[in-house]
Nanobody, 115 residues
Framework: QVQLVESGGGLVQAGGSLRLSCAASISIDNAYFMGWYRQAPGKQRELVASIINRGNTSYGDSVKARFTISRDNAKNTVYLQMNSLKPEDTAVYYC?????????WGQGTQVTVSS
């Protein structure tokens, strides 16, 4: 069974940084889409950052210039570097990888930013 295992979440003060990792049990060489989503209590899940077709990155307006998504194909891992964290970044963060024709999700990792 394919697994995506997220790590790197935790509690951090506002202004701090965290790096999330998402390790896949399959090769991501041919992944068309890799993304990080987040869901805060009482809110809908939203797309935070994505890599499409190997190189094109995209970010939500609220995280632009603060978050960076990257991939390491050799390690089958996608990362999310989060800097200048704000309390409103508090959420469960989920990794999503699409390798045609399958769509995979991680279990989520909690990020809590204190003010």
């Amino acid at each position: 069974q394919v697994q995506l295992v997220e790590s790197g979440g935790g509690l951090v003060q506002a202004g701090g940084s965290l790096r999330l990792s998402c390790a896949a049990s399959i090769s991501i060489d041919n992944a068309y889409f890799m993304g990080w989503y987040r869901q805060a209590p009482g809110k809908q899940r939203e797309l935070v950052a994505s890599i499409i077709n190997r190189g094109n990155t995209s970010y939500g307006d609220s995280v632009k210039a603060r978050f960076t998504i990257s991939r390491d194909n050799a390690k089958n891992t996608v990362y999310l570097q989060m800097n200048s964290l704000k309390p409103e970044d508090t959420a469960v963060y989920y990794c999503n990888v699409f390798v045609s024709p399958n769509d995979y999700w991680g279990q989520g990792t909690q990020v809590t930013v204190s003010s």
